[in-house]
């Protein structure tokens, strides 16, 4: 299984939530396959602080990171401008990230 991780179920591992920690080993034993995007490990970076930066490498060395390229970009652009205007509280970042969603399916 693959899974690609959004920056608020990685904040919630990072904070220990009880019920994101019990789903995520569920999903290790399972074998799950983790991605991020570097938009996810920017996120987690700016609002962290200096003696939280080990922690954060840890966990990120269980995960695959996706490049973004031109076409996510595009795919991105597209989702922004269909739906920004209904759902005007979605950021550029989450555009990117769907978009990376779904070019890497």
Request: charged share 25%; net charge neutral.
């Amino acid at each position: 299984m693959k899974l690609f991780l959004d920056t608020d179920v990685v904040i919630n591992i990072l904070k220990k939530k009880q019920e994101t920690i019990e789903k995520f080993k569920v999903l290790v034993d399972n074998n799950t396959d983790f991605f991020i995007s570097p938009i996810v490990i920017a996120e987690i970076y700016h609002g962290a602080m200096l003696k939280e930066y080990k922690q954060i490498e840890q966990l990120f060395s269980f995960f695959k990171v996706l490049d973004i390229n031109a076409e996510i970009g595009y795919c991105a652009g597209k989702y922004a401008n269909e739906y920004s205007k209904a759902f005007n509280k979605i950021s550029l970042e989450d555009y990117l990230i769907a978009g990376a969603v779904k070019v890497y399916n």
